[in-house]
């Protein structure tokens, strides 16, 4: 190869391997990354909050000429057994959740009166009645006859005391499941709602809003409220680096470390083509730039040596010992040479040591055949080129 392409040659695929070195770093970063990223879960659990909430509500239509006057019993009154024979009671539900849910469950009314001695007695006001949807309203009469008949009875127990004030609760029992997204949910609701009982009134027993924990009741009712919470798997996704979830950031490593391999794969193919067919292009651009390119190659002085090394990287130790660099020449084939004073070494690819020895051979066979057969050659030259 002349010297004067030599150069733009090594130069061109030397700038393909300055790209394949830079995409092998993107390559390694984007590989560091996206093993990270896979270490990392994609998605947590998240931790879903629920609410049951609940209000009592009563009223009644009393005697003409009552104390409650026109407007007739209203919730938060005492109930005077006297003026109001029956309580119409109204209970309203509801279930809520930040995610989308899917619940049923059962809800019934029922009255407890206890004389404060550890007697109670219970009864139900309405049937079990099924309900879907997440909330209901349940209505229910009660009668103010059976709490004045159960006060007659607590009140014959020794110590009983007729005036003593018994207390009485209405209790929502509300059974919950379903499905909050795709957990099931099971739960229970039942506050009570306290009355105290004396001397023929039913007073309601509004709690302190005051008190730690315990809920305000709306005016239009007494309430309660609980809470809970359900776990769903693997719903929220995590956040890696850039606002980038782990997901998205596994997706984009992988997909760059892909495409900088591909880039590499392409622009080193000349490379690779050039390094298998070509030992004088894999030399240049392995070792180019320790080279220099001579026109001629060095000659021999008067008792000089020539050393004949068998591989380049030999040569290359022996340049780099003696801190000179190496000669090429493409003139003749392509010979690589240190030189150390009197002593020359030198390099010939295969191929064309190959060629120069088989030139030899045949011309030496030539020459004794002409010596041979001189007479019938008649002295005529044989010429090889």
Request: include cysteine; glycine fraction near 12%; aromatic fraction near 6%.
């Amino acid at each position: 190869m002349p010297a004067d392409h030599a150069a733009p040659s090594r130069s061109r695929l030397r700038g393909r391997l300055d790209i394949a070195l830079v995409c092998g770093l993107v390559a390694l970063g984007a590989g560091v990354f996206a093993g990270f990223a896979w270490t990392r879960p994609a998605r947590v659990a998240t931790v879903v909050h629920y609410r049951q909430s609940g209000y009592l509500a009563y009223g009644g239509t009393p005697r003409t000429g009552s104390v409650y006057g026109a407007g007739g019993l209203q919730t938060g009154q005492p109930i005077y057994l006297t003026d109001v024979r029956s309580v119409h009671l109204r209970y309203a539900y509801s279930f809520g959740a930040g995610r989308p849910t899917a619940v049923a469950g059962t809800e019934q009314l029922r009255v407890s009166m206890s004389n404060g001695q550890g007697i109670s007695r219970t009864w139900a006001l309405q049937p079990v009645t099924a309900f879907s949807g997440g909330h209901f309203v349940a209505t229910a009469v009660l009668d103010t006859a059976t709490i004045q008949h159960m006060a007659d009875l607590f009140a014959t127990v020794p110590g009983g005391g007729a005036g003593a004030d018994l207390p009485v609760t209405v209790t929502p029992v509300v059974h919950v499941h379903g499905a909050i997204g795709p957990v099931a949910v099971r739960t229970a609701f039942d506050p009570q709602v306290d009355f105290a009982f004396s001397s023929g009134t039913l007073t309601p027993i509004v709690p302190s809003s005051n008190a730690p924990g315990v809920p305000t009741p709306p005016a239009s009712g007494l309430s309660a409220t609980t809470h809970g919470s359900v776990t769903l798997p693997g719903l929220r996704p995590v956040v890696m680096i850039f606002g980038q979830t782990v997901a998205a950031v596994r997706y984009a490593t992988l997909g760059l470390l892909a495409l900088a391999l591909l880039v590499a794969l392409i622009v080193t193919r000349p490379i690779r083509w050039a390094a298998s067919s070509d030992e004088h292009a894999g030399i240049s651009l392995r070792h180019g730039g320790m080279m220099v390119e001579v026109a001629q190659r060095p000659r021999a002085r008067s008792g000089s040596v020539v050393v004949e090394l068998a591989s380049f990287p030999d040569l290359a130790k022996v340049a780099r010992r003696l801190e000179c660099p190496v000669l090429h020449c493409g003139n003749d084939g392509h010979l690589y040479t240190a030189v150390d004073n009197g002593t020359l070494y030198e390099y010939r690819p295969a191929s064309a040591a190959t060629a120069k020895h088989l030139a030899q051979t045949i011309v030496l066979e030539a020459a004794a055949g002409a010596d041979a057969s001189g007479a019938a050659t008649n002295g005529a030259a044989v010429t090889l080129r």
